[in-house]
T-cell receptor, first 114, second 109 residues
Framework: IAGITQAPTSQILAAGRRMTLRCTQD?????MYWYRQDLGLGLRLIHY???????GKGEVPDGYSVSRANTDDFPLTLASAVPSQTSVYFC?????????????FGPGTRLTVL | GQNIDQPTEMTATEGAIVQINCTYQ??????LFWYQQHAGEAPTFLSY??LDGLEEKGRFSSFLSRSKGYSYLLLKELQMKDSASYLC??????????WGAGTKLIIKP
């Protein structure tokens, strides 16, 4: 693995179903993030983690949960999917939360909730 | 509230120069980033400004004026592969990135 991987690449999901989007990084970065990207809108932060064992809420956390059991993995769970959660989801990581640290992005998961 | 404004779309000619503007109003400022995003792909880092002035990186330059809440990305010697969306993002007082909606740049031969 080099960088950040996400799975699945795309998914069609029935409303009400539970879904976990996976994200793994091999750069030993401390901070990880989940964004959603919708047409006409900027990337919006869902949840973040500044270090393993800690998580925080972003701008649009409702309906989503995360965990950070170790440095490499940061899964995002939709407990009961709704059509408004149809979006492209990007996982990102950075060395830390410091000012300069750029974020590196995974390839994204395209999720459709019907 | 926090706000990042960029033009929705711009068109330029191959070989020319284009300037993409970004204005921001955020709670605090801890740096401004520009990212490039090709259609269907992930954003990739282009530049970072935290002090006023111009940062140059090959064909790309980025400028920042903190007093005006303003930045621009300058792309020189445009190539067809520069057709992409360009995202402006500001790190706020909580060290979170606030993102603009992006500027879609179309390059014509």
């Amino acid at each position: 693995i080099a960088g950040i991987t996400q799975a699945p690449t795309s998914q069609i999901l029935a409303a009400g179903r539970r879904m976990t989007l996976r994200c793994t990084q091999d750069m030993r970065h401390n901070a990880m993030y989940w964004y959603r990207q919708d047409l006409g809108l900027g990337l919006r932060l869902i949840h973040y983690s500044n270090t393993a064992g800690t998580t925080g809420k972003g701008e649009v956390p409702d309906g989503y949960s995360v965990s950070r059991a170790n440095t490499d993995d940061f899964p995002l769970t939709l407990a009961s999917a709704v059509p408004s959660q149809t979006s492209v989801y990007f996982c990102a990581s950075s060395e830390g939360e410091g000012s300069y640290n750029e974020q590196f992005f995974g390839p994204g998961t395209r999720l459709t909730v019907l | 509230g926090q706000n990042i404004d960029q033009p929705t779309e711009m068109t330029a000619t191959e070989g020319a120069i284009v300037q993409i503007n970004c204005t921001y109003q955020t709670s605090g400022f801890n740096g401004l980033f520009w990212y490039q995003q090709h259609a269907g792909e992930a954003p990739t880092f282009l530049s970072y400004n935290v002090l006023d002035g111009l940062e140059e990186k090959g064909r790309f330059s980025s400028f920042l004026s903190r007093s005006k809440g303003y930045s621009y990305l300058l792309l020189k010697e445009l190539q067809m592969k520069d057709s992409a969306s360009y995202l402006c993002a500001v790190r706020d007082s909580n060290y979170q990135l606030i993102w603009g909606a992006g500027t879609k740049l179309i390059i014509k031969p």
